[in-house]
């Protein structure tokens, strides 16, 4: 045989071993010597080709199993042939739809029942983390209102509904730092006790008091006007039982009393006024005959 030039070709190679019946292509590509890989290609140009790195072969996919060690040339280095390159691509494209590299080879050497049931299996996973990640993100949003993401939505609308009836900033960030005491210390209680703000967000004097409430916690703590509105208060919720914010399941706990203090006491360090507001206000309702540990006062929480 001869070239275009005249001048004779090359013999194909063959190997110097002959192949043993019932030997194929692949066995013959075993025999080959390491002088023969012309067809054979670097780890670098191996990556460029499949879209991977160094690192993701040598220390995932070859650790892990997924392809089998390539040949090596005479210098020791690693040699990638076109079969190499399809294993590369079949782990990477797997990987990339979410397989996890522990399970691959067992989903590259399944039968086609089986290889169908392992991506509906991984299938299944990715979505119930795709749910997972929407919570997450749900959870970022409703953060970027403060702690409105550790109250329930009921208790959200409840402090949406706030600033149209004339209370500031400060009022909600009261009334919503006091929910999530009460969800924390008494839970079992805060859908009653929800119940009850809303009542009373119904009632324009009930609001035009707690109005005060947030007011007064920039007035002196001698100011005279802490009285009047301490009794104002009181009187108005012992006129109006279904406002007082009753804490139910408080009085059935051992520690009940330390919870209350917990929610009664609560921003009365940066508020001084409000300590005696609270205390003329639970001097009034004692004075009704009201057990004070089954109450929430509506003073440092205005609610």
């Known amino acids: 045989m001869k070239d275009y030039d005249g001048a004779p070709l090359p013999a194909p190679k063959l190997p ?8 194929g292509f692949a066995d013959l590509r075993k ?13 670098g140009r191996a990556t460029a080709f499949a879209g991977l790195t160094v690192k993701t072969i040598r220390h995932y996919y070859h650790q892990h199993g997924l392809i089998d060690e390539p040949r090596r040339d ?16 079949q782990v990477r494209t797997l990987a990339g739809a979410g397989v996890p590299l522990a399970e691959i080879a067992a989903v590259l050497d399944a039968d086609p029942d089986g290889f169908a049931a392992a991506l509906l299996d991984v299938e299944q996973q990715i979505t119930s983390r795709i749910d997972e990640l929407i919570a997450r993100r749900d959870m970022l949003h409703r953060l970027a209102g403060g702690d409105r993401a550790l109250l329930p939505d009921r208790a959200c609308a409840l402090l949406d509904r706030m600033p149209g009836l004339g209370c500031t900033a400060d009022d909600v960030t009261t009334v919503r730092e006091a ?8 839970p079992e209680g805060l859908d009653d006790y929800l119940a009850q703000i809303e009542r009373g967000l119904d009632d324009p004097r009930y609001v035009s008091l707690i109005q005060r409430c947030g007011r007064a916690g920039d007035w002196e703590p001698g100011d005279p006007r802490i009285d009047e509105l301490a009794t104002a208060l009181a009187d108005h919720s012992l006129a109006e039982p279904s406002l007082l914010p009753v804490l139910k399941g408080l009085q059935d706990r051992d520690d009940g009393a330390i919870r209350y203090e917990l929610l009664t006491h609560h921003g009365e360090d940066q508020k001084p006024a409000w300590a005696r507001l609270t205390a003329l206000i639970e001097a009034r309702l004692r004075s009704a005959g009201i057990e004070i540990t089954s109450v929430r006062p509506s003073s440092s929480a205005s609610a």
């Open 16 to 23: 110097e071993t002959p192949l043993k019946s019932g030997e």
């Open 31 to 43: 025999s080959e010597s390491a002088d023969d890989m012309t067809d054979a290609i670097t780890i």
């Open 74 to 89: 005479r210098s020791g280095y690693r040699r990638y042939g076109s079969a190499d390159l399809l294993q590369l691509v």
């Open 179 to 186: 929910l999530v005491l009460v969800r924390a210390l008494v």
